[in-house]
């Protein structure tokens, strides 16, 4: 009775050691060893930054030539003003638009360059005076008898950032300086919509985060007809010949690009990087049959066609795997000797000036026609040497449209200057820069935050200390964007926003982020339940019975007494 007593202690001694070292020791072992590695993310800051708050500050310097201001009113110069703008976007984005205007009359130098015989040779001498920092405009008011300006023109927007604007006779009126302030500032908010950021242009870059509204046609066709915004863009040019028996053809890509393209493209670095490259190729047809119009004794490409006329021949252009960024492709297609002289026609059946067109997010293509080559014994092969300036001006336009550039109709009474050799003048730059900023901030708030929400929703994935450091650089580049879009430090603003766009798709797109990497709840169960049950269920009974025999003594302990 004793030994049997013995050995039932030493069994229920034995099923308490293993339960107390399968909870003590196994169970926090085991979970230590299987638990997902997750480092620490700023959640708060992301969730800061999903409620996107922009506050986009302008410089503005409005300087008064003699003759525009009264001895008096010349008295309470220099003034400055600062004018604020709100812009609810939707629910989760609004931006405040600043203004901060400073008053002040022309300098002796000034009134020098703005006594030069034309307008472009004042612009000219302004800036060799001073450059203006990116992001800011400088406003001259000059009198209504000066001969800068043509009568039927009140403003002059020069290559730089500099704009002529002209006393009208309502300004003259004006006694006190707050009055003719009053009276200028519609002149000077016009002159702003077209040389800085403007509404249409900031909601338009906010195409990824907020929806349009039907009245936004004009931004949205804007929007969808430019890239995205993206660190580099390779741009290939293509000169397709189809017919390399009746024409031999000569380009001089290489110099063209460098005399038209490049100095567009150097003027662009703050926005991307940008690589050219060339190409020919021989028996490429276009993918539709021309029509021959007898009227005219041509043949015809109508608008409703140009869309089947991409695919087919962007099979033959081959593509850059090397780099992930976008390409902008230009083709110039010589027709055939049998489909000669080809013009491409508008929906109104009348003929494009430029015979070209181009692809929202694609490129563009021209069609140059050599039949003044044939001549009445005409030897075929033809040589022929193609007309580069010709054809860089057209692609030039559309390079300008594909990456953003707004070339929108200036208001009446406006006269804005040529953009000279570099083929972007400094205010549509800055435009672009406006534009190109709020987009990069807008992309990387929404991949940053999706990429919370999934590492919320998948609590398996493993955060590797790699990606924090992506997403926590994102942040701090964001917030510092923001905080330089406020500043008015356009520049800075654009670099960081680039920096943070990068490191914010960097973490998004990590491949240890792969849900196929990581199993359900329910699998999970399927594998660890066949290997801990028959362990426990010993373990479980013998702590059952244990207990169960506990119970029974105390109960017989309690009878005794009573």
Same mark, same amino acid.
């Given at each position: ?12 001694l ?5 339960a ?10 085991w ?26 500050s302008? +410089?503005v ?20 003003? !600062?004018?604020?703008e709100d812009?609810?976007?939707d ?6 638009? /600043? ?17 030069? @015989? ?14 203006s ?6 406003i ?5 008898s ?12 020069? &290559? ?11 300004? /003259? !009126?004006?006694?006190t ?7 200028? &500032? ?13 509404r249409?242009?900031?909601?338009a ?16 066709a ?37 005399t ?6 150097t003027?662009?670095s ?9 190409q ?6 276009l993918?539709?049959?021309? /029509?021959? +119009? ?5 043949y015809?490409?109508?608008?409703d ?10 099979a ?18 010589? @027709? ?12 109104n ?10 692809? @929202? /997010? ?7 026609n ?6 009445p014994?005409?030897?075929f ?13 057209v692609?030039l ?9 707004q070339?929108s ?8 200057a ?9 205010w ?18 929404t991949?940053?935050?999706s990429?919370?929400q999934?590492?919320?929703?998948i ?8 990606i924090?450091? &992506? ?9 510092l ?6 500043a ?11 920096e ?19 199993f ?5 169960f399927?594998?660890y ?24 003594k105390?109960?017989?302990?309690q009878?005794?007494?009573?």
């Amino acid at each position: 009775m004793a030994t049997a007593e013995v050995e039932r202690r030493r069994g229920q001694l034995a099923a308490l050691s293993i339960a107390a070292v399968v909870i003590i020791v196994g169970v926090p072992l085991w979970w230590k060893t299987t638990e997902t590695y997750r480092a620490w993310l700023p959640v708060s800051q992301i969730r800061e930054l999903a409620k996107l708050q922009l506050q986009l500050s302008a +410089d503005v310097e409005v300087v008064f030539a003699r003759g525009t201001v009264t001895p008096e009113q010349q008295k309470k110069v220099p003034l400055t003003q !600062t004018q604020e703008e709100d812009h609810a976007v939707d629910e989760d984005t609004a931006l405040k638009y /600043r203004y901060e205007t400073k008053y002040r009359t022309a300098t002796i130098m000034e009134e020098d360059a703005l006594n030069k @015989p034309t307008a472009g040779e004042a612009d000219l001498s302004l800036h060799m005076l001073s450059e203006s920092p990116c992001g800011s405009l400088v406003i001259y008011v000059i009198p209504e008898s000066s001969s800068l300006l043509p009568q039927d023109v009140n403003v002059y927007i020069g &290559q730089r950032r500099t704009a002529l604007l002209r006393v009208v006779a309502q300004m /003259r !009126t004006a006694k006190t300086l707050e009055q003719l302030l009053d009276r200028l &500032q519609p002149h000077i908010k016009q002159v702003l919509r077209v040389m800085s950021f403007s509404r249409a242009d900031i909601t338009a870059a906010l195409s990824d985060r907020v929806r349009f509204h039907p009245g936004n046609k004009e931004s949205i066709a804007d929007s969808m007809r430019a890239f995205k915004s993206s660190p580099g863009y390779e741009i290939t040019f293509s000169l397709l010949n189809p017919d390399p028996k009746s024409h031999r053809l000569h380009w001089d890509i290489e110099g063209a690009a460098q005399t038209y393209i490049q100095p567009l493209l150097t003027k662009m670095s703050p926005v991307a990087n940008f690589s050219i490259d060339s190409q020919t190729l021989h028996y490429a047809m276009l993918g539709v049959n021309p /029509r021959f +119009d007898s009227s005219r004794s041509a043949y015809t490409l109508n608008a409703d066609s140009l869309a089947h006329v991409i695919n087919p021949v962007e099979a033959r252009l081959g593509s850059n795997a090397a780099s992930s960024n976008p390409v902008l492709n230009f083709l110039l297609y010589v @027709p055939d000797a049998n489909h000669s002289p080809l013009y491409i026609q508008d929906h109104n059946k009348q003929q494009v000036p430029s015979n070209a067109f181009h692809s @929202p /997010r694609w490129g563009g293509i021209m069609v140059y026609n050599v039949d003044s080559y044939y001549g009445p014994e005409v030897v075929f092969p033809v040589d022929i040497n193609i007309n580069m300036a010709k054809v860089m001006g057209v692609f030039l336009a559309q390079l300008r449209l594909l990456l953003g550039v707004q070339s929108s109709p200036p208001p009446p009474g406006f006269l804005v200057a040529p953009c000279g050799s570099t083929g972007l003048a400094d205010w549509e730059l800055d435009r672009l820069m406006w534009s190109r900023s709020v987009e990069n901030i807008a992309t990387a708030t929404t991949t940053i935050t999706s990429l919370a929400q999934l590492l919320d929703q998948i609590g398996n994935i493993v955060i590797n200390d790699n990606i924090a450091e &992506q997403v926590s650089s994102a942040v701090t580049s964001l917030q510092l964007a923001v905080a330089e879009l406020e500043a008015g430090n356009l520049k800075f603003a654009l670099q960081f926003s680039k920096e943070a766009i990068l490191s914010s798709e960097k973490a998004f797109f990590d491949p240890s982020l792969l849900h196929l990497l990581y199993f359900p709840d329910d699998q999970k169960f399927a594998i660890y339940i066949p290997l801990f049950l028959p362990m426990c269920v010993p373990i479980l009974l013998s702590l059952i019975k244990i207990a169960s025999e506990a119970r029974q003594k105390r109960k017989e302990k309690q009878a005794k007494k009573d």
